[in-house]
């Protein structure tokens, strides 16, 4: 997808992909692979394999990782990861944003309106793989339509 690539081009490889102090875990090692990566050359195979680095990411790699996911899955038309399963996850929330948690909060407030309409696009493509719960998936939507709600102009959402 190509709206995929435009909506998140101003993204630089980030400094941190995992927090400088952090726990030794699977996670953090999953994660730690993706150091010095760019996001457009990881495959759908790398994602099936390192699925639980999402939880790892510092925010800011997060946001630079999430395009690689969205563009993995519709490039290999199969929605099938642990990965998507968890972003789906994350995204279905209480409308009540003063139930978000920081984990949340601390990642996906730092996209902008493209990009998070860039991920609503991708949710619609979700619904039409007809993998998931049309219910999460509304639900997966209309957060990131609040988030949208919060930004102003092409600036984060925080």
């Known amino acids: 997808m190509t709206e995929i690539a435009v909506a998140f081009s101003s993204r630089t490889v980030p400094a941190n992909v995992v927090p400088s102090t952090h726990a030794a875990t699977f996670e953090y090692d999953e994660a730690s692979y993706f150091i010095g990566r760019n996001w457009q050359s990881i495959t ?3 994602w099936h394999i390192h699925s639980d680095s999402i939880y790892a990411f ?4 997060f946001c630079y990782f999430l395009p690689s996911i969205l563009s993995a ?9 642990l ?12 409308p009540d944003v003063d139930l978000w948690d920081d984990f949340f909060t ?28 049309d219910d999460t998936l509304t639900r997966a939507y209309e957060t990131l339509e609040m988030l949208v709600l919060r930004c102003s102009d092409d600036r984060s959402c925080d």
């Open 106 to 133: 601390d990642r996906w407030t730092l996209l902008t309106v493209a990009e998070c309409r860039v991920v609503q696009l991708w949710i619609l493509w979700l619904a039409e793989q007809q993998e998931y719960d």
């Open 73 to 81: 899955v519709v490039k290999e038309n199969n929605s099938d990861l």
């Open 83 to 94: 990965v998507v399963a968890a972003l789906i996850n994350m995204l279905d929330r209480s």
């Open 44 to 46: 759908y195979e790398e």
């Open 58 to 61: 510092t925010p800011l790699a």
